[in-house]
């Protein structure tokens, strides 16, 4: 299978697990609720979803890694990824809470392989160079275009059949990636098999790479601050949308976000600009944070799904620009690793700032949407002086350029580059 058409069926696997995660943000609350009587338990459910990304993500990462076949691999992950969704879609209401939060958490177990587990597998498909940059811009889109397909599909099931059915479509959707991601061209062997006490290592050999790369530590955690703020939106938009009297606007509003950072990380899919990863990331930052402070600022709903459209195609760009650079500073052995552990930590983030505006919210949009605009700037401040900075990779010469952007790495007492990477010029 030529590396074009290894891209396309990989966007197809990808879009369908993704909408799968996507949706049951939507869907499970709404069998909740519609079990039980109200969204309380649904919120538990969902949070015991979400959690346990940041804790799996090293050693999902690991394992992947190190799988003989990584397509059985991902074959199996995605399948548990759907016979969870099936089992709360048959259990909710019907079981104890504890069983059913216990499902939920072995089903986001498998998060981390969807999200960042996923995106790792293109540096397996792709050649490096455009061909890889173009395929980590639709790799973005696959994440925007999830993120307004899957609540709009959930949304649609529950109209017709019941959110019940509408769990159910978002299982056969995962179980549909889990039998595509078999034909991907991933199967070969690594050259050893690891012991227990290899993983051991390579969880380890994962948190280290991050952090001894400047440009991964930098935009990691980066990114966690901007999702921080991020995980707030939803709530805030609802808030916004009822400030400008209607009520059932809030949906709409982050949907003008959703498609708007597809339309940004399509535009680089398309354009294949010249700007470097770095400065894509920046832009994102600070333009989502500069859009979503205007917001607050238009009269009416439609003005404000505007400048929600504008954060979201920024949105798109700091995606975009997050996938190519942990591709081109993650050593190769634990390149899946960076790519598990960066999305989980994001995601546990996005989960800590919806717990926060629940908690401690002021209760106006305007305030809060200024907060969440305060977190985009300060991760783009965060994100330079993070790269200024000497620290403990004092080897990264910190440039823009593909060579000098990669850093020289200790694997088992000897530093050497990712075996992708052009030799570091001195």
């Known amino acids: 299978m030529s590396g074009l058409k290894g891209v396309r069926l990989y966007v197809v696997t990808a879009f369908c697990a993704r909408m799968a995660e996507e949706g049951m943000a939507v869907a499970v609350v709404m069998l909740a609720a519609h079990r039980l009587g109200g969204a309380a338990q649904g919120a538990l459910i969902?949070?015991?979803?979400?959690?346990?990304?940041?804790?799996?993500?090293?050693?999902?990462?690991?394992?992947?890694?190190?799988?003989?076949?990584?397509?059985?691999?991902?074959?199996?992950?995605?399948?548990?990824?759907?016979?969870?969704?099936?089992?709360?879609?048959?259990?909710?209401?019907?079981?104890?809470?504890?069983?059913?939060?216990?499902?939920?958490?072995?089903?986001?177990?498998c998060g981390p392989v969807v999200s960042g587990g996923?995106?790792?597998?293109?540096?397996?498909?792709?050649?490096?160079?455009?061909?890889?940059?173009r395929a980590y811009a639709l790799d973005a889109s696959v994440y925007n275009a999830a993120a307004v397909a899957g609540p709009?599909?959930?949304?649609?099931?529950?109209?017709?059949?019941?959110?019940?059915?509408?769990?159910?479509?978002?299982?056969?959707?995962?179980?549909?990636?889990?039998?595509?991601?078999?034909?991907?061209?991933?199967?070969?062997?690594?050259?050893?098999?690891?012991?227990?006490?290899?993983?051991?290592?390579?969880?380890?050999?994962?948190?280290?790479?991050?952090?001894h790369s400047r440009e991964l530590r930098a935009i990691t955690a980066a990114t966690c601050l901007a999702f921080t703020g991020l995980g707030a939106l939803t709530t805030t938009a609802v808030l916004l949308a009822g400030s400008r009297g209607q009520s059932g606007g809030?949906?709409?509003?982050?949907?003008?976000?959703?498609?708007g950072a597809l339309a940004g990380s399509l535009t680089l899919a398309r354009l294949r600009p010249t700007a470097t990863s770095t400065l894509l990331a920046l832009t994102g930052m600070a333009g989502t944070g500069l859009a979503l402070a205007a917001a607050p600022l238009a009269p009416t709903l439609p003005l404000c799904a505007t400048a929600f459209a504008a954060a979201g195609v920024f949105d798109g760009l700091l995606l975009t620009a997050t996938l190519r650079l942990r591709a081109e500073h993650a050593p190769q052995e634990q390149r899946t690793q960076v790519?598990?552990?960066?999305?989980?930590?994001?995601?546990?983030?996005?989960?800590?700032?919806a717990a926060l505006v629940g908690l401690a919210g002021s209760g106006s949009a305007a305030r809060d949407l200024a907060a969440i605009a305060i977190l985009q700037l300060a991760a783009a401040v965060m994100y330079v002086c993070m790269r200024r900075r000497r620290g403990l990779d004092s080897g990264d010469p910190g440039g823009c350029s593909s060579s000098n952007l990669s850093a020289t790495w200790s694997i088992k007492g000897r530093r050497t580059p990712p075996a992708d990477a052009d030799p570091v010029k001195p």
Do not use: Q
């Open 46 to 109: 969902l949070a015991a979803w979400m959690a346990p990304h940041v804790l799996a993500a090293p050693l999902a990462g690991a394992l992947a890694a190190r799988a003989r076949r990584p397509g059985l691999f991902y074959a199996g992950a995605l399948a548990g990824f759907a016979g969870a969704i099936a089992a709360l879609a048959v259990c909710v209401g019907r079981l104890p809470a504890p069983a059913v939060l216990l499902i939920a958490a072995v089903g986001g177990c």
């Open 118 to 133: 996923l995106s790792s597998l293109l540096s397996l498909i792709s050649s490096p160079g455009p061909e890889r940059d």
């Open 339 to 353: 790519f598990t552990i960066g999305a989980g930590l994001k995601i546990s983030a996005a989960a800590l700032g």
């Open 250 to 259: 809030g949906g709409w509003l982050m949907t003008a976000f959703a498609v």
């Open 152 to 211: 709009a599909t959930a949304g649609l099931a529950a109209a017709a059949a019941g959110p019940g059915t509408a769990v159910a479509v978002l299982a056969v959707a995962a179980a549909g990636a889990a039998a595509l991601v078999c034909l991907l061209p991933v199967n070969s062997a690594p050259a050893e098999r690891a012991d227990p006490g290899d993983v051991r290592r390579d969880l380890v050999a994962g948190l280290t790479a991050v952090w």
